[in-house]
């Protein structure tokens, strides 16, 4: 167990209709990425918090997406109007406070989207 | 924008062969390098890290890479696989002193058999 934990592990959707997702990252890691997978490919950056501020964010990212992580320690994606694209794994990790010695991402069990 | 590069798709090996699998970046600074598993059903986990010194890095389960700059390579090998080393292997890449952002391959699937 990394102890990242996801929220719904799975989510069928219709097109169209809003998403949101929930990640819970290791205690006291201040470091919390979201990425999307989908088959056949790696995981894919969407982005990253430090604390509660989204230092990083995808290109990729449409305006469709959007995350928080309002008090430093879980994070929300959520998906407006879906899209049968959309239709993926979405994966949360971890990492320690820098300086730590311990650069590793923990990655959760991802949520599996789908999009009718 | 940076990129990663893993040719082999799917490898299938008999057990005690030996493995290696390619893994090359496209980027022109100083890197971090990764190699992560994810065993199946399982989470993806990180494998081994290279972040600067020996080029040679070891990792958990017998498993090694070698860091080699001029190639913009790292690729990963064990000299005799196990049946339980069936998973699928992402290699992936930072730049140096900067996690705010990784890139990752497109994933090879092994597959021992018995």
């Known amino acids: 167990d990394t102890g990242v934990s996801q929220d719904p592990r799975h989510k069928i959707t219709k097109r169209g209709q809003n998403v949101t997702f929930r990640c819970d990252p290791i205690s006291e890691h201040n470091r919390l990425y979201w990425y999307r997978q989908t088959l056949g490919q790696g995981p894919e950056f969407l982005t990253y918090f430090q604390n509660e501020a989204q230092l990083e964010k995808s290109r990729l990212l449409s305006d469709r997406f959007s995350a928080e992580r309002p008090k430093g320690s879980f994070s929300t994606l959520e998906i407006q109007r879906t899209e049968q694209g959309d239709s993926a794994m979405y994966l949360c990790?971890?990492?320690?406070?820098?300086?730590?010695?311990?650069?590793?991402?923990?990655f959760g069990p991802g949520t599996r989207l789908t999009v009718l | 924008a940076q990129s990663v590069s893993q040719h082999n798709h799917h490898v299938i090996l008999s057990e005690a062969a030996s493995l290696e699998l390619g893994c090359n970046y496209s980027y022109g600074g100083t890197v971090n390098l990764f190699w992560y598993v994810q065993y199946p059903g399982q989470h993806l986990q990180l494998l081994l890290k290279y972040f600067s010194g020996d080029p040679l890095v070891k990792g958990i389960k017998g498993f090694e890479a070698e860091f080699i700059k001029s190639k913009f390579s790292f690729n990963l090998r064990k000299p005799s696989v196990q049946w339980s080393d069936t998973a699928e292997y992402f290699c992936a890449v930072s730049r140096v002193y900067n996690f705010n952002k990784f890139y990752f391959g497109s994933g090879t699937k092994l597959n021992v058999k018995p």
């Open positions: 990790a971890s990492m320690d406070k820098a300086g730590r010695g311990s650069d590793t991402q923990y």
